[in-house]
């Protein structure tokens, strides 16, 4: 079953411009994290927030998590061409013994 | 530098065979894990293990079996019974499972299972 979904599906921007893409999740969480995937390579890591946090930095990544709404962000400011890619949230099952994955944004960035 | 090889990068299944993915990590982690991905969607877990001779079924684990013999190692087969092997295969692992929540993971870069 999935816990996080994503929204957009999909989104399409120019280099310069900023890109946010939410996530929605069913039931309490510890934590939550968003991780990215260029085609065809494995996801990487990006940010882990925790469940008493309101919002996280790092570089250009800016990510909110609103545990009222269930429900967090994540804003790139300033995109670039290499940002291109499939952007996933992931939370914990009950337990926190399985990671559940969204289906994904695919952020597209045109020079 | 660490990190998660998995090969072969592209794999051919004929009908009746088994096939194995190798998944080998040198991050020392305890906890590793396989997921399949299909196009357009998000990861689905397979198997996962929480320490060496130990691992549990995950969402879609019929038609695919594991062994953990060592830390390093977490080999998936995907065996005739699986009919639609077709997918992107991805083995990821944490340095625990669980605890206060789920642990970053760190990824391969795929197999991708296609049948001849």
């Known amino acids: 079953s999935q816990q996080g979904e994503e929204d957009p599906q999909a989104l399409s921007i120019q280099e310069g411009e900023n890109a946010t893409m939410n996530c929605s999740y069913k039931?309490?969480?510890?934590?939550l994290q968003w991780y990215r995937q260029n085609s065809g390579r494995g996801l990487v890591h990006l940010i882990l927030i925790r469940s008493n946090e309101r919002e996280k930095h790092s570089g250009r990544l800016r990510v909110t998590l609103d545990t009222s709404k269930k429900s967090s962000s994540l804003l790139i400011t300033a995109s670039r061409a290499a940002d291109t890619a499939s952007y996933f949230c992931?939370?914990?099952?009950?337990?926190?013994?399985?990671?559940?994955f969204g289906a994904g944004t695919r952020l597209f960035v045109k020079a | 530098d660490g990190g998660i090889t998995q090969s072969p990068k592209y794999l051919f299944r004929k009908e009746g065979q088994n096939v194995t993915l190798s998944c080998e990590q040198n991050l020392n982690h305890d906890a590793m894990y396989w997921y399949r991905q299909d196009p357009g969607q998000g990861l689905r877990l397979i198997y996962y293990?929480?320490?060496?001779?130990?691992?549990q079924k995950g969402d879609i684990a019929e038609g695919y079996s594991v062994s953990r013999e060592k830390k390093e190692s977490f080999p998936l087969t995907v065996t005739s019974a699986q009919k639609n092997p077709t997918a992107f295969y991805l083995c990821a692992s944490s340095r625990v499972l669980g605890g206060t929540g789920n642990q970053p993971q760190h990824f391969g870069d795929g197999t991708r299972l296609s049948i001849l």
């Open positions: 992931a939370t914990a099952n009950t337990g926190g013994f399985k990671t559940i």
């Open positions: 039931t309490s969480i510890n934590n």
């Open positions: 293990s929480q320490i060496v001779n130990d691992f």
